[in-house]
């Protein structure tokens, strides 16, 4: 399990970095963005360094048994610093900003020859990629090494969790307030990490031993670091996601108006600037795709405004009043009557003269102040009620109207 999390968050990590190398080539003056290129980078190099096979074939090119964990380490210890500029920059004027900035990079130097000073110390003679902390914890090299790392890394996070939920509750950016809610979130799950590592730490001093402790702690570690991976990026891919997710849902509301919307065309062809065509070719056609579903709208619209002075007004009253004493909402009142008034008027509309025209369904259907969503949801409401009353593009007489008010009453 330990191998296919650090396979995962490096892979997550290298993507970031291609995601942000790639704003940082669109915006070179934006120093964090260029943080946020090196934080990435050293994500990616520190979790590919942690993969068993690499750890063991770069120690070997190197020649010094376990150097990849000091170069891990000091990876995690300065991307956590790289982070808390990042932030520095977000939430402070840029001359603030670098003078918090050089003050984190020179407390990171120390910490990083703190480190290699100690490791060189260590006298490792066996690998162990997955469990060199629990193999070299008995050493006291070690124990200050890890004591340092860690209390480094743990305040590092603390920072980053309270600076990111401060950030959070004073943005009023959705995306970027949920970026760093992710970020909060992914920072507060790494001391899950740090508290099992000390536990590890001192528990070895008064023999305690932890099952499973090596596992645990990479699962809390990885995955609130793949969380801040989230948390930084989504700020900026989120709203192309939303508007990808726009787009499906009005390819769909499309899609799925264009039964209704031949049933008008049938019973009222001048409605449409074009045809309607094959509906595969309907469903395939994705250019212009709002102005098609507005166009979609109005005419269906049309066709309702041309059909009802043909509809059975004694049968739309009787619906509406059903509707209304069965407890329906507003909503589902005019979706009964409307499609109650098109499926008498596809009735009557072959053999009679008008003969409803003071009609009015209740509610403000088609109305200026509806936007096009609170449209397509009715009139897909109303395609469903009026399937009850005709077959398959068919036509029903004026006894349809049982069919929703029975459903309505039960």
């Given at each position: ?104 990079i020179a407390l990171c130097g120390l910490t990083l020859a703190a480190t290699t000073i100690l490791f060189a110390n260590l006298e ?20 200050t090494y890890l004591l340092i790392y860690i209390g480094v890394y743990t305040s590092g996070e603390v920072i980053i969790a309270r ?49 499973h402790r090596n596992e645990l702690s990479w699962l809390f570690g990885n995955t609130g670091a793949f969380l801040t991976i989230v ?180």
């Amino acid at each position: 399990m330990i191998t296919f999390l650090h396979v995962f968050c490096s892979v997550a990590a290298w993507i970031g970095f291609c995601y942000m190398l790639n704003s940082y080539r669109r915006n070179r003056d934006d120093p964090a963005l260029r943080y946020l290129c090196v934080t990435f980078a050293l994500s990616g190099t520190s979790f590919t360094l942690l993969i068993p096979a690499v750890w063991i074939r770069l120690d070997s090119l190197i020649g010094v048994p376990n150097i990849t964990a000091l170069l891990a380490s000091s990876g995690v210890t300065c991307l956590v610093f790289g982070q808390q500029i990042t932030l520095q920059y977000w939430n402070h004027p840029p001359a603030v900003a670098r003078r918090k900035a050089r003050a984190r990079i020179a407390l990171c130097g120390l910490t990083l020859a703190a480190t290699t000073i100690l490791f060189a110390n260590l006298e490792p003679s066996i690998r162990h990629p997955e469990d060199f902390s629990v193999y070299e914890g008995h050493s006291a090299y070690y124990f200050t090494y890890l004591l340092i790392y860690i209390g480094v890394y743990t305040s590092g996070e603390v920072i980053i969790a309270r600076t990111s939920w401060k950030s959070a509750k004073e943005t009023e950016n959705p995306h970027l307030r949920a970026g760093l809610q992710f970020l909060a979130a992914g920072a507060t799950l790494t001391l899950g990490y740090s508290a099992i590592r000390l536990g590890n730490l001192f528990g070895s001093l008064f023999g305690l031993d932890f099952p499973h402790r090596n596992e645990l702690s990479w699962l809390f570690g990885n995955t609130g670091a793949f969380l801040t991976i989230v948390g930084f990026t989504f700020p900026g891919w989120a709203p192309r996601l939303q508007s990808a997710y726009d787009w499906c849902v009005r390819f769909l509301a499309h899609h799925r108006l264009y039964s209704l919307w031949a049933t008008m065309h049938r019973a009222v062809p001048e409605i449409a600037l074009s045809p309607p065509g094959r509906r595969i070719h309907d469903f395939t056609t994705v250019r212009e795709l709002e102005y098609r579903l507005y166009r979609r709208v109005i005419e269906i619209r049309d066709g309702q405004l041309a059909l009802l002075p043909h509809a059975d007004c004694t049968a739309v009253l009787r619906a509406e009043a059903f509707a209304r004493k069965s407890g329906l909402s507003e909503g589902a009142i005019r979706s009964v009557t409307a499609a109650v008034a098109i499926s008498t008027a596809l009735d009557r509309l072959p053999t009679e003269q008008p003969s409803c025209s003071d009609l009015r369904l209740p509610g403000t259907t088609g109305s200026a102040d509806s936007d096009l969503d609170s449209e397509v949801a009715e009139l897909l409401a109303t395609w469903c009620e009026l399937r009850l009353l005709i077959p398959s593009g068919g036509r029903r007489g004026t006894s349809g109207p049982a069919r929703p008010l029975d459903r309505a009453h039960h």
